[in-house]
């Protein structure tokens, strides 16, 4: 009987439901949150059309929302893990023992950290992808739509997997790594570690097949006559960084299965015995991670080029010598993943290297920002709430570069490993990098994808409290962590004279949410008067590049015609000479049909995670099954594509040529 | 029957846009092994008291192995000079010793890591029997996985005969093959040749 109950429950049981009230609060908020969208959607009746309009959707610009909607849900998620954090961290000092304990609090950052890198960061930056990489080469779609549904649906499914320690079992204990031996099963023996693993391991797949998916998509599909060095510079930060996925990614997925392996096998890959040798996960996870962290900021010096270019309405200074920083950026961001852990104690000859190596990424990277700036010099420059994240940017970026430049010398690191002036230093880097980036690029390309601009001014307001909460919040920790602060700290004494340095970055912290509340207000205020801020012409910033050429909302076919490209800044040189495209000869084209196969895999896909975290082998082995046969029944399909007839498509475009002239 | 009838005239652009996509999904699989043969390459002497790859390993059944995959590669590619010239049956006999010989590869391996478990050397003894298995083993899975992608292949070239999707399938086939062919001589090279050299 026993033995029964064992093999259909695995290692669930009632006891999995979480007993910290704090806990158990979130995880039936969440519940409720949900059934509240469930319920709402049943009573609009949408379910029908969300299911076909979008769920089932090919279209890149459909797929690049729903990444956004996912990424934009979970930066709700992981902000409220850092609020939980400040207010732990500010109140939790000698007698006091803050709201929540050791256990919950080392739960509440892993999942920070794995939340708002994986599926804030990551799904931003796919979402800006989609949305804009095949409307600025010119094509109809990316090379293999299907693949792309694929992987937005293995990225959702990694994400439910990490919320489901809300309600059920609990979460890794042990950082956004998990470093063994502690993620070792003799040390994190729960669920925890293995929802950090499938998590990852199943939105990391997703990753990996975009990076192939839109590599292909910008070497073969580009429109006739975009010459390499005719490809706008967004695209370029795009097509390098899909580069690094396909190096990068193939070694978590090794190294997440290895640790999986080590739990459920008894294998010794990474264990204290047994031959193990727990700092190879440690140069496999940097191998992959140090590149994941450029992985998700070139996309983002991708966008801030096109919006200087455009604000300071000037060419881009030094176009090549910014192709030749992202590749120089990309390579040397593989050469120096060992500068994570300087303290493992190579020796100093390869520290020495490592180290050097690091600092030799500032001169690329100082290249870029020097261009931006010569971008800008005698421009006329509009200072619109992109310009705002912009500024913002070069201010952070340069001040936290030079932190990590601080950083790169190993004989400083041996101080300040593992300290918050660490935290603060990458906090400066992805926040002011990454997350400015992919908001402006968002405000940016917003009317091209939806027909309509967001309100300005709470943009900026929004901007503004980004900046000024990030200093208040981060200014701190870089002097905590050269005061002896380590990272992660649950409690610390009063006689260390931390506490008001605490409080000031909780108070900072308030302020980046405030932030947000204006970033959630806008999006609201835009959508409910976005009669106002209709974008007729199709190009409400006056812009360079060949997307803001097709109307906004871009239509599903993206352009009628493919248009032919002479000039790296097409649309600028077109509007110049007075020679804006008009369509001239339509040809019947085709695109992909609607397919639910890719939801179908994805939540599969999510059982099949869920079933490896709790030990159902039969539930594993079927959902490997299922998908194994929907995959061949659909691959097996000759009649994926539908055809618009030149008629049709005239049709279709007329009014919107109307629309432009 | 239709045994001589030419391939119709494929939609190039298409066909050379996965071809390249599939190209560079072998590259990542390949960054997949490279990583299992580094962790092999540093955990190879952690035998933690058990025997090594030179005590372990059974020459004979590795080189075996080894001419049995490359035939099987052989034939594949036999079976590719068929498909383009439209000669079904031969495509067909063709990819049969393919399948034919990759399935006794995999039953050499499977009967090779039951003796090794049997005789108490399973993956669970040691850093080095774990790098092993894992990596020998996801090698196994991935001929597993060309060999059910071939059963399939074969009844659309049955059924459906060359058309231009299943020319495209089978020349995707045929480069998944060779590229596991070329990861085994990698395999054979640094576990079982390196291992009988105590290297």
């Known amino acids: 009987m026993n033995d029964l109950l064992h093999f259909i429950f695995g290692k669930l049981s009632l006891n999995a439901i979480p007993h910290v009230p704090m806990t158990l609060g979130a995880g039936i908020g969440m519940l409720l949150a949900l059934g509240s969208l469930i319920g709402f959607v049943t009573y609009l009746k949408r379910w029908k059309w969300l299911w076909a309009e979008w769920f089932t959707s090919l279209d890149p610009k459909k797929i690049g929302t729903m990444y956004l909607i996912v990424a934009t849900i979970m930066l709700l998620r992981g902000f409220s893990d850092v609020m939980l954090m400040r207010v732990q961290q500010a109140l939790s000092v000698g007698s006091s023992h803050g709201i929540v304990d050791a256990a919950t609090f080392q739960q509440i950052f892993s999942a920070h950290g794995s939340i708002m890198i994986f599926f804030v960061a990551m799904g931003l930056m796919f979402g800006l992808i989609n949305l804009v990489v095949p409307l600025q080469i010119g094509a109809r779609d990316v090379a293999f739509p299907f693949l792309n549904s694929i992987s937005f649906w293995l990225f959702t499914a990694g994400m439910i997997i990490i919320n489901c320690p809300m309600v059920l079992g609990e979460f890794s204990a042990a950082g956004w790594l998990a470093y063994p031996p502690l993620s070792e099963l003799a040390y994190s023996p729960g669920v925890g570690v293995d929802y950090w693993i499938w998590s990852l391991q199943i939105a990391g797949v997703g990753s990996l097949l975009s990076g192939v998916n839109f590599l292909v998509t910008i070497i073969k599909m580009r429109a006739p006559g975009m010459k390499m060095m005719r490809l706008p510079i967004f695209s370029w930060s795009v097509l390098i960084t899909m580069v690094m996925v396909i190096f990068a990614f193939p070694i978590l997925t090794a190294t997440l299965g290895m640790l999986y392996l080590d739990r459920s096998m008894g294998m010794h890959f990474f264990t204290a015995d047994g031959g193990g040798n727990m700092m190879m996960y440690v140069n496999l996870i940097w191998a992959w991670g140090h590149p994941e962290v450029y992985i998700l900021v070139l996309p983002a010096f991708g966008v801030f080029s096109e919006i200087v270019a455009t604000f300071s309405r000037k060419r881009l200074f030094g176009y090549a010598s910014m192709v030749g920083a992202l590749s120089a950026i990309a390579f040397f961001s593989f050469i120096v993943w060992l500068h994570h852990f300087f303290t493992m104690g190579a020796g100093s000859d390869v520290n020495a290297f490592f180290g050097i190596m690091t600092m030799i990424i500032g001169i690329p990277t100082g290249v870029k920002i020097f261009n931006w700036l010569f971008t800008m010099f005698r421009g006329r420059i509009k200072f619109t709430s992109p310009m705002i994240w912009f500024l913002g940017f070069v201010f952070l970026f340069t001040t936290g570069g030079m932190s990590g430049v601080m950083l790169a010398i190993p004989g400083i690191d041996y101080q300040v490993h593992n300290s918050l002036f660490l935290v603060a230093h990458f906090h400066t880097m992805i926040i002011s990098g990454v997350v400015f980036g992919l908001f402006a690029g968002v405000t940016y390309w917003f009317p091209k994808i939806f027909g309509f601009s967001l309100h300005e001014g709470l943009g900026k307001a929004a901007a503004w409290c980004w900046i000024i909460g990030f200093i208040f919040a981060f200014g701190p920790l870089y002097i905590l962590g050269l005061m002896g602060a380590t990272r992660r700290l649950d409690h610390y004494d009063s006689i260390h004279g931390w506490q008001t340095l605490f409080i000031v970055a909780g108070v900072g912290a308030m302020i980046v949410g405030l932030g947000i509340v204006c970033q959630l207000l806008q999006i609201f205020f835009s959508i409910k008067n976005r009669k106002k801020n209709l974008d007729t012409t199709g190009d409400p910033w006056n812009g360079r590049t060949l997307e803001w050429s097709t109307v906004s909302p871009a239509p599903f076919y993206n352009y009628a015609v493919i248009p032919t490209i002479t000039d790296r800044d097409q649309f600028w040189e077109d509007k110049q000479s007075g020679k804006i495209h008009e369509p001239k000869q339509y040809a019947d084209i085709k695109l992909p049909k609607n397919t639910g196969v890719g939801v179908i895999v994805g939540g599969l896909s999510f059982l099949v995670g869920f079933a490896a975290v709790w030990h159902l082998a039969w539930l594993a082995i079927a959902g490997v099954l299922a998908t194994i046969i929907i995959l061949i ?29 | 029957m239709n ?9 190039h652009a298409a066909k050379e846009k996965t071809l390249f996509g599939f190209w560079v999904y072998l590259m990542t699989d390949c960054l997949l092994f490279g990583s299992l043969f580094a962790t092999y390459a540093v955990l190879h002497g952690n035998t933690f008291g ?119 399938r089978l020349t995707l086939f045929s480069m998944f093959w060779h590229f596991l062919d070329v990861i085994w001589i990698f395999i054979f090279t640094v576990v079982y040749l390196m291992g009988a050299l105590r290297i």
């Open chain 2, 50 to 168: 058990g025997l090594a790859a030179g005590d372990l390993f059974n020459m004979p059944v590795a080189l075996a192995e080894t001419l049995i995959l490359l035939t099987s590669s052989f034939c594949c590619g036999l079976a590719m000079l068929a498909v383009q010239a439209g000669r079904k049956r031969q495509a067909l006999l063709w990819l049969g010793f393919t399948a034919a010989l990759g399935l006794t590869f995999l039953t050499f391996e499977i009967r090779e890591f039951a003796q090794l478990v049997a005789d108490g050397d399973s993956w669970a003894r040691s850093g080095f029997l774990s790098a092993f298995f894992t990596l020998v083993g996801t090698h196994g899975l991935h001929i597993t996985i060309g060999l059910l992608w071939l059963g399939v292949l074969v009844w659309q070239v049955i059924h459906r005969g060359f058309t231009k999707h299943v020319v495209r």
């Open chain 2, 3 to 11: 045994d001589t009838a030419a391939i119709p005239p494929l939609d």
């Open chain 1, 633 to 661: 029944i659909h691959l097996s399909r000759d009649d994926n594509e539908y055809t618009i007839s030149a008629e049709e498509l005239k049709k279709l475009d007329t009014p919107r040529k109307e629309q432009l002239a």
